[in-house]
């Protein structure tokens, strides 16, 4: 598993369909629904099958060997993939 990118958030949570969006971790948010039906994402280490979680700072989003990490602030991201 690769470290994760922290990924600026504007507010205090993020839906976790919003985020894989957002951290470019999927494509479209079409793409959420059947990745997390096949358990294939996690969040803290433990798998999610919800699109409506919510994060907060701090919690990390691994899919695909690729991780994210919640951050506040509103500063441009440069994700590695």
């Not at 598993?1 to 969006?21: A, C, E, H």
């Amino acid at each position: 598993m690769s470290n994760p990118v922290d990924v600026p958030i504007k507010d205090d949570t993020i839906r976790l369909g919003q985020f894989l969006k957002l951290a470019n971790l999927i494509e479209s948010g079409s793409d959420a629904k059947p990745l997390l039906a096949d358990e294939q994402v996690s969040v803290n280490g433990e798998v999610e099958t919800r699109r409506g979680r919510q994060l907060v700072t701090g919690d990390v989003v691994s899919l695909a060997g690729r991780s994210a990490r919640v951050a506040s602030g509103e500063a441009e991201i440069d994700v590695p993939w």
